[in-house]
């Protein structure tokens, strides 16, 4: 079946730091890819999205780039901020009718000043 | 500021309650979907509302019943709930395949219930 499977986590970095959280997914035909971000005490809310491969997600520094040959779509963002800590999911759709998506477990972030 | 709001943003109820939980969007999605969340968890999808009909019940207990009324409203009726119950309730909102759908979900920020 579908699945997502995120980096494991806490990731703890200082300000400015250079930040990867790894993804990789199994899925039967193209999905489209997300990552999803939740800030404490609230709901998610989308960061980034790529629907084809080769296609690269973008948003506030953040990339993503969906890899169809190593099944990938790794977040990256050159230079965090304090205010970028929170816990961020990576997660798969199928374009197909309104359905299931597949989420990864979550990694969280801090990032201390 | 999000798009599909939810009310109450707390709530608190003993087992033998009943409560509802209720959700709007006014973004014209047809999909309208219930999520649980645990905490440091990802969501875990409980109902998928298409077009005011049920299309996905994820083998939810029943003290759960979801209600559809028009396309921008959904509500989680709760009735007897258990302590186990408590979590972060989401609802979320999307196109669906007829209108383009890409799969995107519109969260709104959650209910959090609490079952003494």
């Known amino acids: 079946g579908n699945s997502v499977t995120q980096m494991e986590g806490p990731v703890t970095l200082s300000e400015e730091a250079f930040l990867t959280i790894n993804c990789t997914y199994t899925a039967t035909g193209y999905p489209s890819l997300f990552w999803y971000v939740q800030y404490p005490g609230e709901g998610l809310q989308l960061l980034l999205k790529a629907t084809k491969a080769d296609d690269k997600g973008s948003n506030k520094g953040f990339e993503a780039t969906y890899r169809k040959e190593t099944t990938s779509f790794h977040l990256e963002k050159g230079s965090v901020q304090v205010s970028d800590s929170a816990v961020y999911f990576c997660?798969?759709?199928?374009?197909?009718?309104?359905?299931?998506?597949?989420f990864g477990d979550g990694t969280t972030l801090t990032v201390k000043p | 500021d999000t798009e599909v709001t939810q009310t109450p943003k707390h709530l608190v109820m003993g087992m033998t309650n009943k409560k509802s939980l209720k959700c709007e969007q006014h973004?014209?999605?047809?999909?309208m979907y219930w999520y649980k969340q645990k905490a440091k968890k990802p969501p875990e999808l409980m109902f998928v509302y298409s077009y005011e009909k049920l299309s996905i019940n994820e083998s939810v207990p029943s003290r759960f019943s979801p209600e559809c009324p028009n396309s921008s409203l959904l509500n989680l009726h709760l009735h007897a709930l258990q302590p186990e119950d408590s979590a972060l309730y989401l609802c979320?909102?999307?196109?669906?395949?007829?209108?383009?759908?890409?799969?995107?979900?519109?969260f709104g920020e959650g209910s959090r219930l609490t079952v003494l």
């Open positions: 973004m014209g999605h047809r999909a």
């Open positions: 979320a909102s999307s196109q669906d395949g007829l209108a383009g759908y890409t799969g995107e979900l519109f």
């Open positions: 997660a798969q759709t199928k374009n197909t009718n309104a359905g299931k998506s597949t």
